[in-house]
């Protein structure tokens, strides 16, 4: 059984030293407070972003971080407490692109198991083209399918996303997708732990 990660020292509580052990009831290893008690659990993150649409394009933005420095990706990041994930979404779209967009249905929900991520992005419009890139991101621009820089996208997770998203632009329909990369999944190429 592998320890939850990454590996936690002390009690967010108390402060006291935390060992790993498998609670009373529970089937996992958990960081437990020796002192006050405090079990503390490990819970996936959740990325969440967006397909901003323009007619027959998608906003994508090439990232100014790491990872995947220099790369095209759909505006997301991390969902913070106090947030839907459609907030969270709209927000990030607006840090990462500095676009205002329409929320619309959520498209495609991944999980990526290997690094304790969800990975949720929704359809939206784009409310005019007024965008450009935030700090995150060194370029933002408007591609249509076959200008996509299939070659240079940063997360296997956006990939998919948009390959689903123009299929279902050929077939004149929309279908949520649900779905999950193996646990060989590298990490390499995931939004990093937050």
């Known amino acids: 059984m592998q320890p939850p990660e990454p590996t936690m020292n002390y009690c967010s509580e108390c402060g006291a030293i ?13 960081h437990v407070c020796a002192n006050c008690g405090a079990i503390h659990y490990r819970n996936p ?38 947030e839907t994930t459609a907030e969270a979404a709209a927000r990030e779209t607006l840090e990462e692109a500095c676009a205002r967009v329409e929320i619309g249905e959520m498209f495609t929900l991944i999980d990526v198991p290997a690094i304790s991520q969800v990975h949720i992005f929704y359809r939206a419009r784009l409310l005019n083209t007024d965008f450009h890139p ?43 997708r649900a779905m999950a990369l193996p646990m060989a999944y590298s990490s390499d190429d995931a939004w990093p732990r937050g």
């Open 18 to 30: 935390v060992a790993l052990t498998i609670p009373s009831g529970d089937t996992r290893l958990r």
């Open 45 to 82: 993150k959740l990325v969440v972003g967006t397909i901003p649409e323009w007619e027959d394009c998608v906003l994508l933005c090439r990232r100014a971080i790491e990872p995947r420095h220099g790369k095209w990706t759909l505006p997301a990041g991390f969902m913070e407490t106090q």
């Open 134 to 176: 935030g700090e995150e991101s060194l370029e933002t621009k408007l591609f249509p399918e076959v200008g996509i820089p299939w070659d240079d996208i940063a997360f296997r997770t956006v990939t998919l996303t948009l390959q689903h998203y123009f299929e279902d632009c050929r077939n004149g329909g929309w279908r949520f």
